[in-house]
């Protein structure tokens, strides 16, 4: 069954300028400028006004349909990542072995040391427009952060996943790096 016009609108807060050109969306704000391209998808992407977006599908399958929210949920995640920008933070768990975790590059290396008493050094690099550091007031804290939600994320992923335990029953060998809080750079009032 065919939905014959499916559209959502996307006001565009005061304090961003937004544009669309041929399916990519491009975002400016206090923190920098995103971009983000939706091609991929068969939609109507275009500027009704100078601060309203609209995402429309015409003909529409029920997958098809989907995609149009998922596209302003991108979107407004973009507008949240240009004003506040995102923020995950990440603990170091151990049982015995400390894990020792040093910052190089300028925030975009990380180089995880004695995980499980190993001798191998992990590398993870941090995806463009990312920075990791170390907490400042909290023991064994990564604070991984940046304006892209998918960079953002992406990076914390890969540095979960550094530290996977082979070869061991992982109910009982918990070590590793978790992220353990998701917000913002700029906490809104």
């Known amino acids: 069954m065919k939905e014959l016009n499916t559209f959502k609108l996307v006001k565009v807060p005061d304090n961003i300028t937004a544009s669309v050109k041929c399916g990519v969306v491009t975002v400016k704000g206090s923190r920098g400028e995103l971009k983000k391209s939706f091609k991929h998808l068969a939609l109507d992407i275009y500027m009704v006004d100078k601060n309203t977006i609209k995402v429309e599908k015409w003909f529409g399958k029920k997958k098809q349909i989907a ?27 151990y049982a015995h ?51 892209s939600i998918d960079a953002v994320s992406q990076s914390a992923a890969l540095i979960q996943q550094s530290t ?5 029953d992982i109910r009982k060998f918990l070590d590793g790096l978790y992220v353990s809080e998701k917000g913002t750079v700029i906490v809104p009032e």
Do not use: W
């Open 67 to 93: 995609a149009v929210r998922t596209v302003c949920s991108h979107i407004e995640n973009m507008f949240k990542g240009v004003t506040l920008g995102f923020q995950y933070k990440m603990r170091a768990v």
């Open 97 to 147: 072995f400390p894990i020792n975790c040093a910052i190089s590059e300028g925030g975009s290396l990380i180089e995880v040391r004695n995980f499980l008493g190993e001798k191998y050094i992990r590398k993870v690099r941090m995806a463009p427009g990312v920075t990791v550091e170390n907490s400042k007031g909290q023991k064994d804290e990564l604070v991984v952060s940046g304006n």
């Open 164 to 168: 996977t335990v082979k070869n061991k």
